[in-house]
Nanobody, 126 residues
Framework: QVQLVESGGGLVQAGGSLRLSCAASGRAFADYYMAWFRQTPGKEREFVAAVSWSGTSTYYADSVKGRFTISRDNAKNTMYLQMNSLKPEDTAVYYC???????????????????WGQGTQVTVSS
């Protein structure tokens, strides 16, 4: 089992940047496929980005491609999301997610992941 804790959220003006972190504790971090999702009130959780076990493969939602960068440091048991050129529509609670072992579903599906953090609020003002 793994425990996930997000940090780094906050209030930023449009065009600004934030860096989210997801710290993991428990079983070997490198055994987990990791992802970021986000959610706004009344909407379903939305895929943002995913990173493979070693960090060599990444996958992004079209809405964030070219602005966000996902990465991980397995030595530090931490995943990151660098968010640049933020827009008001990026405002959401951001969650990190983990899947141990191989994937049975696509990385963009929330059903793929069986561990979730508590979320961190990101607010982008116009």
């Amino acid at each position: 089992q793994v425990q996930l804790v997000e940090s780094g959220g906050g209030l930023v003006q449009a065009g600004g940047s934030l860096r989210l972190s997801c710290a993991a504790s428990g079983r070997a971090f490198a055994d987990y496929y990791m992802a970021w999702f986000r959610q706004t009130p009344g909407k379903e959780r939305e895929f943002v980005a995913a990173v493979s076990w070693s960090g060599t493969s990444t996958y992004y939602a079209d809405s964030v491609k070219g602005r966000f960068t996902i990465s991980r440091d397995n030595a530090k048991n931490t995943m990151y999301l660098q968010m640049n050129s933020l827009k008001p529509e990026d405002t959401a609670v951001y969650y990190c997610a983990a899947k141990h072992g191989s994937l049975q579903l696509v990385p963009a599906s929330s059903g793929t992941y069986n561990y979730w953090g508590q979320g961190t609020q990101v607010t982008v003002s116009s």
